[in-house]
């Protein structure tokens, strides 16, 4: 996985004009002392190194960070001073190139507070947002959005696809101050919608009313048996009978094989299990619907959106097999 041109975090300032918080291009080896690789016991960490990779448009300006061992953790993350997104759009952007036809490996990235210890950086470690694509086998190939809230990741309700060939791609997070987002991939918008319906941060508005039930006489089934459908004397048939053309064998011994029966063969009188005829069920209501009141647990929250305190970004990520490059 080749990460490139360019990791950024933007917070805009007006329609016209936005303040660049962090970016990174990976444009030399200085990469090597502001980024810091976690040293978490008990992982196995690959490391990155700086390359354009197998193919590029001009091999300089296209370097960037790739992952070089394969079954390996990687974790990767630096700290810049601390902003908020406050009355503002927050935009999450970078480059990823999965020229190796990735089989299962991550390719996001995470955005943290003060509270990040790029020495201890690991799966576990708490995050405020989770962004970009994450590819394992034919049933992963999506593209994460994962927000914390209170304490607790939640994951998008959608399902976006990303891209899963060997070529560059630009993935961008716009989270906007009216609790609404967008994704885009390659500038192209693939998902939008509102933050509080799209994620589980807030309990639901209304919930169903405890104290109501079905009424005993409630009838939902349209239709009944008809009481005045009878049974056929000549229906109960059995469903296999002897074969009648069959044969006792000229060599069987009723001693020794014992005695000959036919073998069994479906009846062709044989009907089935009998069931009424239905009609029309007079008494039909309709599908009882259970009644909802307001949640009282519910409260509503106009800073979803918001992150107090943005201080560091990184890559904690596994992969299985071949090299993927950012």
Known sequence: MLLKTSLLVLVAISFTTAEVFFEENFDDDTWETTWEASEHPGKEFGKFKRTSGKFFNDEEKDKGIQT????????????????????????????????????????????????????????????????????????????????????????????????????????????????????????????????????????????????????????????????EDTKPEDWDKPQLIPDKDAVKPEDWDDEMDGEWEAPQVNNPEYKGEWKPKQIDNPKYKGPWVHPEIDNPEYT???????????????????QDHDHDEL
Not at 300 to 318: C, V
């Open 68 to 227: 070089s061992e394969d079954f390996r953790f990687y974790a990767l993350s630096r700290k810049f001073p601390a902003f908020s997104n406050k009355d503002k759009p927050l935009v999450i952007q970078f480059r990823v190139k999965h020229e190796q036809n990735i089989d299962c490996g991550g390719g996001y990235v995470k955005v943290f507070d003060s509270s990040l210890s790029s020495k201890e950086l690991h799966g576990d470690s708490p995050y405020l947002i989770m962004f970009g694509p994450d590819i394992c086998g034919p049933g992963t190939k999506k593209v994460h959005v994962i927000f914390s809230y209170k304490g607790k990741n939640h994951l998008i309700n959608k399902d976006i696809r990303c891209k899963d060939d060997v070529y560059s791609h630009l993935y961008t997070l716009i989270v906007r101050p009216d609790n609404t987002y967008e994704v885009l991939i390659d500038n192209e918008k693939v998902e939008s919608g509102s933050l509080e319906a799209d994620w589980d941060f807030l309990p639901p508005k209304k919930i169903k009313d405890p104290s109501a039930k079905k009424p005993d006489d409630w009838e939902d089934n349209a239709t009944i048996d008809d009481p």
């Open 300 to 318: 509503p929250d106009d800073a979803l959106y918001l992150r107090e305190e943005i201080a560091g970004i990184g890559f904690d990520l596994w």
